[in-house]
């Protein structure tokens, strides 16, 4: 029973191509966020979203585009893609946005543009 | 800007060893977290201490914090082979609802 679960695991597309990465928790949480982890491993969130409200929107391309149907799905579109959004995926959840607790992470998706 | 730097950026031991690994940040905190990655896979949560508390215990594990400082470590004793992976701390600002991770301690434990 996956907590968090990414699909898919890996994605090789070229370049100018939409894709889309989808995120599911079963936790019950009421926060889920997208982070990218670039090639030397550091983590930057891109969005976060609390009971499918959209809170936090960092300085990401306009290209991303996340959608939260409900508060235990958090998809990620990328449209046009180009060369430097080859990266490390991360869907994550937590219980509540402010709070105490730690954030359960999916096994994120590894995105190869060429 | 990043928010907290990890040191050192790579540590090498041999099992039974205890490692130690050290985050500083540079805002005001709710509280820090530490995060284990192995290669190839999602983090995972160890520990989270609060910004009112000073050293926090789980296993192996011994984390402390100095809000004055503005600084944390991780202390793993006994290590083992499987202790292998990346390490980040992670904090959760007063003024955000998210956490901010550092750069991340690659730990190799030798057999």
């Known amino acids: 029973d996956t907590a968090v679960s990414q699909t898919p695991k890996y994605l090789v597309t070229q370049m100018g191509n939409d894709k889309s990465i989808k995120c599911e928790q079963n936790l019950g949480h009421d926060t889920m966020y997208w982070y990218k982890q670039d090639s030397k491993k550091f983590l930057k969130i891109m969005f976060s979203?609390?009971?499918?409200?959209?809170?936090i929107n960092e300085t990401v391309p306009n290209r991303f585009s996340p959608k939260s149907p409900d508060k235990a799905h958090l998809n990620l579109h990328i449209n046009s893609l180009e060369l430097g959004d080859s990266a490390v995926y991360f869907c994550?959840?937590?219980?509540?946005?402010?709070?105490?607790?730690?954030?359960?992470f999916g096994s994120g998706t590894r995105l190869t543009v060429v | 800007s990043q928010q907290g730097e990890e040191d050192p950026q790579a540590l090498s031991i041999q099992e039974g060893e205890n490692a130690t690994m050290n985050c500083s940040y540079k805002?005001?905190?709710?509280?820090l977290q530490w995060y284990r990655q192995n290669s190839g896979r999602g983090l995972v949560h160890l520990i989270l201490i609060r910004s009112n508390e000073r050293e926090k215990h789980s296993g192996r594990l011994r984390v402390t914090l100095d809000t004055s400082k503005k600084s944390s470590s991780l202390l793993i004793t006994a290590s083992r082979a499987a202790d292998t992976a990346s390490y980040f701390c992670a904090t959760e600002e007063t003024s955000g609802s998210r956490l901010t991770f550092g750069e991340g301690t690659q730990l190799t434990v030798n057999p």
């Open positions: 994550a959840s937590s219980q509540i946005i402010w709070g105490n607790y730690g954030y359960t």
């Open positions: 805002t005001s905190i709710n509280n």
């Open positions: 979203y609390n009971n499918k409200e959209l809170i």
